[in-house]
């Protein structure tokens, strides 16, 4: 029998007392599976340097002898400096420490330490950071010690120590979950050490090789997911194989108020080849903003619903369903098609009158929340389901639609553009088509790049568009990881801009205000009753208001290239000129180039490879935003080969005879199930 690691409560840790669990859980650790999954990002080297290899400005550990008497300078009760002459590899090295006076009687005249610090190559001095003396037990001289990603009251120190005994304690559980074949293959390290050199390596090197193991696993079991789905999914011939009627789709696409591009025709093309076909659809439609993706997933819901099936358009907010019922409204209006709207602000008769409807087929469309497709939400013969922006179709919810016995298409767009391969390869679950270009006559947004001392001609610029009638967004600074700090920046900028414009209604958007207070505030901006909205990066994907006409980013260079391209998206989409005004003051080279991309050019797929080149996809796909997977150790363009080989083992693998039924790959199984990709119907 084995005991599951991820049902070991993590208090079991010798150590992990009081009030630890609960920090622990602020981590998102609440077992001994988590806390031993729980990675370092980077390991601290406290090798014994030799101080003629070392450079000014590193951060070195070095061993010496005390020689001369420390002295203690005091400022006020606390804060101090303390110095004492030590003799290092024959050189007189002045280490230094700050507000440590309680360290002076240790520092004896002929006494070893070792010291780690910053070493200033010029003074010959080291401010230290951390001090030992050899003799003690304990000490980390000459270690790698890991460093954790932590919060709260939980120290590195301790972290060190609860994961090294959970490792002592519970290491020998660790079981492989990689088929023999593949550890083979690659003559891969076994898990159970892997991990633990992941924790405590030795060497650079064996942290290293710890680190490809794991992230060979991880992308391993990640694709081997995706092609279970797939093969379980739409390799099945059990979907909608719709009968559309190609000559009323086709007078639809006539009947437009403008002409399609090539690329919308394209898209179009395999979309509704898939819809035809027994299998079922799962199409990830990718273009840039403003490339026209809403029309083509119209077009699409309009097929199905002429063959005799019904649509659902699902959508990440409330505003964003209204935006959307408006506009099918009116496309579909000649040709009375029935569209409904589901939110969470539809009162409850409306709400289940509109369900019955549903039920019974007297509504074809239903637009909504992602909560469409749950809670006694019942359709007459869904044949279509088109999710927008941000939200994939998940797993659970297509088991959610088979369990009610129904086997819909599926489309899912985005508008981050991913470069072609990375996006096969990143959703190996799905078809990828993508919009190359945008509909002809768009004005290219004028964009410039602005430094902070430039204020006062940037509000200028504010004033002059609203002025003319027009409306204006000013996104303020991304605070690290800090939504409260954010949200302070938002309410001083806000604060600020009201000041500087008496006349104006400037509005305010954050994170920390209730949805329908976000909804009503929006709903003021498109209906033109603030003249400027002031917002933190909580402002709708996808929002379109044409009469907002210009675009300020405060403190630009925070910001991925992704999400400015995508905030410089929600300008430009009426027939006025509009602007773009990036204030960043970056600090370097590649912060330069980042704003130089973004003044370049305004295409995405272009911004998304200049990013890509500048730094790797940390920061362009950093963001949930970007809804590509969040892997732990695995970096999607760093490691991208390793991905690629990881995904024809996972689908060679799944294509195995036994594959489903042999007990040898009972673990894989096991994380299969726990994933929800099995069925019932499979396996059990
Ligand atoms: P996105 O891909 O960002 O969702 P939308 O679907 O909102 O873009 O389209 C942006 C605008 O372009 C809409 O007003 C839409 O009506 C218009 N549009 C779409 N396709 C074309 C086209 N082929 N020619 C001209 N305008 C188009
Ligand atoms: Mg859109």
């Known amino acids: 029998m084995s005991l599951n690691l991820y049902e070991i409560p993590v208090k079991q840790v010798q150590g992990v007392r009081g009030k630890k669990p609960e920090e622990l859980l602020a981590l998102g650790i609440s077992t001994v599976g988590d806390l031993l999954d729980y990675y370092p990002f980077r390991y601290e080297d406290y090798t014994v340097r030799d101080l003629a290899e070392v450079k000014d400005g590193d951060r070195i550990t070095v061993q010496g002898t005390i020689v001369g008497m420390p002295q203690l300078q005091m400022y006020g009760r606390i804060k101090s400096r303390l110095t004492c002459k030590i003799i290092v590899n024959s050189l007189f090295v002045t280490a230094v420490w700050f507000n440590r006076h309680f360290m002076k009687d240790q520092l004896q005249a002929g006494t070893e330490v070792v010291l780690t610090g910053k070493w200033d190559q010029k003074r010959l001095h080291l401010t230290v950071a951390e001090s030992e003396f050899p003799g003690n037990a304990n000490t980390q001289t000459g270690t790698l010690q890991p460093v954790y990603s932590i919060a709260g009251p939980i120290t590195q120190k301790w972290m060190r120590k609860t994961t090294k005994q959970a490792l002592t304690q519970y290491g020998d559980l660790i079981e492989e979950v990689l088929p023999q074949m593949l550890v083979d293959r690659y003559g891969l390290i076994g898990r159970k050490e892997a991990i633990a050199l992941l924790h405590l390596p030795s060497s650079l090197r064996e942290g290293q090789q710890a680190r490809q193991r794991m992230v060979y696993e991880e992308l391993f079991l990640f694709q081997l997911k995706m092609q279970a789905y797939r093969a379980l999914n739409h390799d099945r011939a059990d979907g909608v194989a719709h009968p559309l009627d190609l000559p009323v789709v086709r007078a639809f696409v006539r009947a437009l108020p403008f002409v399609l591009t090539e690329s919308q025709k394209n898209v179009l093309a395999e979309i509704l080849h898939d819809l035809q076909q027994p299998f079922c659809m799962s199409r990830l439609l990718q273009g840039d903003v403003g490339a026209g993706k809403t029309v083509v997933a119209a077009t699409a819901l309009f097929a199905v619903v002429k063959a005799g ?96 016995g129904m086997n819909p298409d599926v489309l899912t767009m985005t508008a981050t553009p991913i470069p072609r391969t990375l996006a096969i390869t990143a959703f190996g679950d799905m078809d990828v088509s993508t919009l190359r270009e945008l509909p002809k006559g768009r004005k290219p947004i004028k964009t410039y790049s602005v430094t902070h001392e430039m204020l006062e001609r940037v509000l200028g610029f504010i004033r002059r568009e609203v002025s003319e009638g027009r409306q204006t967004y000013v996104i303020c600074p991304l605070i690290e990881e800090s939504e409260k700090l954010d949200v302070q920046n938002a309410i001083d900028v806000h604060a600020q801009l009201q000041f500087a414009f008496p006349d104006y209604k400037v509005g305010l958007l954050h994170g920390r205000m209730a949805a329908s207070e976000k909804d009503e505030i929006m709903r003021a901006f498109s209906a033109n009753q603030l003249h400027v909205l002031v917002s933190t990066t909580v402002i709708e994907v996808g929002v379109d208001v044409p009469n907002a006409t210009l675009m300020v980013v405060y403190d630009a260079h925070r910001f991925g290239l992704s999400q400015l391209h995508q905030l410089r998206g929600r300008v430009g989409r009426g027939e006025h000129q509009s602007y773009c005004v990036l204030i960043a003051d970056p600090k370097n080279e590649i912060g330069k180039q980042r704003m130089k991309a973004m003044t370049d050019t305004n295409d995405g797929f272009e911004i998304a490879r200049r990013d890509l080149e500048l730094r790797g996809p940390g920061d362009f796909f950093g963001t949930k935003q970007s809804g590509l997977p969040d892997f732990k150790l695995a970096d999607m363009v760093a490691d991208f080969e390793t991905m690629e080989q990881a995904r024809d083992d996972a689908a060679e693998l799944v294509r195995t005879a036994d594959f489903w039924t042999a007990a040898s790959y009972g673990k894989l199984h096991e994380f299969l199930r726990r994933e929800h990709i099995f069925e019932s119907e499979l396996l059990d």
């Open 309 to 404: 099936y019904q649509g659902a358009l699902m959508v990440p907010t409330e505003i964003l369903a209204e935006q959307h019922k408006r506009s099918l409204d009116k496309l579909f209006e000649p040709y009375g098609i029935e569209v409904g709207i589901l939110t969470g602000s539809v009162p409850e008769r409306k709400r289940r009158d509109l369900l019955g409807s549903l039920q019974l087929g007297l509504i074809d469309i239903i637009v909504g929340t992602h909560a469409l497709i749950q809670e006694g939400v019942n359709f007459r013969n869904l044949g279509l389901v088109v999710t927008d922006e941000q939200h994939r179709f998940g797993v659970n919810q297509r088991s959610i639609l088979r369990r009610k």
